[in-house]
């Protein structure tokens, strides 16, 4: 029974206010106060609420209400026993990211409520994420030397030492074909065409600057701590950080995200560490390359043999079983074909046995043994890139300490929507087994995860379909399923695939070989002809996936690709207009725009 004495209402409205965090006093007639309960709804918080027009001393409550907070209208919301407002007051709160932080304030058990370890691109996403919530953050990031000395700022793999400046290089390489195409195009000169690696080298290296120092003014400006030390657990809530000049300190936290990333692999052969260098330390070297000896067939290998050549170096890639292991094998093949048919030698089914430096120098000479046949041959160089793989790094960060577990083959993290099975540990990024090695893809988890965490969101991380693109010369873009990889899944009768070499037009004038550009579409029979892969090989590739990518997840099928009107010419434009299919045997030779 309603109370209906001064008192007895002043009791319930405080009662009601003291013991939920979030009370809504309301009217059931109330569209504003609908809007506010559907807002708390959507972000999973949960509340009291009661309709005082419904009640016997809905008056009396009011008339409390207006005298508390000087406010009578309805909604009336209170945040852990703090009046917010109204309607606009309280989206307002959460437009400004005030809300999730009032219904979920800031711990005083540990120094934060975040620590991410790892200033890669999915750690500086999640901490700034988490810190526009409201939430205590502190990023610990320290980036080990490569053994040849070199180390690099923030912002991880991707802007230092892998997509930023690959993706550069690259540019430069197409640059240098560009100049070969201009004469047919009308352009004339006369002056020698020649490449300096130095200026190339500190024009990547100025941009990489730059970037790293935009992410420091980003963390700050979020109130994100950074600290440029070497993290490593001590128990779950608790790691000690270690910085250059082997100060140490120590951080606790309610929840930490692994974002450590992984580095490049080693072979177990001697010379390899004392006289090789990774991508860690290509796109900062100081020298030329000089003649190149590429380890591995790894689209990092590819990638960066790809733009050595197309500044002009002589480069071998030495392969130890198929190329771009994980890709579509048949698009891999072809781009070796490009690849060889454009100076790049491929010494195929053999490995390094060992590495020796036979004469000092900047670049050195390099003399590498390998088997061949059944005998030793070598070859001579001045720079071997190793490629074949990457650990992640998450041994000697104290794992053990907490009890995560860990796949023992390549130290990868097993975790279910990116948590661990220690419940406060969650982990992004390279280190994930089984998961993309992407950046966005890091991004992306990285962000949802801390809406997970402090915004009551349950949206979780996709990682079907994400699609990506190999910087090799003829650049590979592709989305879903690999063709061997479809037809284990759905049955080789189950899929067709649909597919041409085209020419692009910009090949025309300039009478470029472009007998290796290639598209196919993998369809799904069963699924009314469902789009499960998408793979394009051929100039901008990444430019042309992205926008169908969009499709994919949409659940595209042949027919909605069929009618979708071309841009003309483009060489996008080809998966509107797919008709032949590999089972069908016809002919898909160029044809020209």
Known sequence: MAPTTTTDVNKLVATLINSNNVMIFSKSFCPFCTKVKDLFTSLKIAYKSIEIDKLGNGKEIQDKLADMTGQRTVPNVFIGGKHVGGADDTFAAHTENRLMSMVSPPTDKYDFDLVVIGGGSGGLAASKEAASFGKKVAVCDFVKPSPIGTSWGLGGTCVNVGCIPKKLMHQTAILGQSIKDARPYGWEFSEEVTHNWATLVAGVQDHIGSLNWGYRVALRDKSVKYQNAYAEFVDAHTVKCINRRGKETTLTSDKFIIATGMRPRYPNIPGAKEFS??????????????????????YVS???????????????????????????????????????????RFIRKTVPTRIERIKEGSPPTLRVFYNEGGSEKYIEVNTVLMAIGRDACTSGIGLEKVGVKLNEKNGQVFATNEQTNIPNVY?????????????????NAGI??????????????????VPTTVFTPLEYGCCGLAEEDAIKLYGENNIEVYHTKYMPLEYTVAKRDAADCYAKLICNKADQERVVGLHILGPNAGEVT????????CGATKQHFDSTIGIHPTVSELF?????????GEDVEAQGC
């Open 277 to 298: 260098i990774t991508s860690d330390d290509l796109f900062s070297l100081a020298h030329c390359p000089g003649k190149t000896l590429c380890v591995g067939a790894s």
């Open 302 to 344: 590819l990638e960066c043999a790809g733009f050595l050549a197309g500044v002009g170096l002589n480069v071998t890639v030495m392969v130890r079983s198929i190329l771009l292991r994980g890709f579509d094998q048949d698009i891999a093949e072809r781009i070796g074909t490009h690849m060889e048919k454009h100076s790049v």
């Open 427 to 443: 982990a992004i990024g390279d280190i994930l087994e089984g998961k993309p090695e992407l950046t966005p893809v890091a991004i």
């Open 448 to 465: 949802l995860l801390a809406r997970r965490m402090f915004a009551g969101s349950n949206t979780q991380c996709d990682y079907v379909n």
């Open 546 to 553: 992205q926008g169908y990518a969009v499709a994919m997840k």
């Open 576 to 584: 509107t207009t797919l008709t032949v299919t590999k089972r069908s």
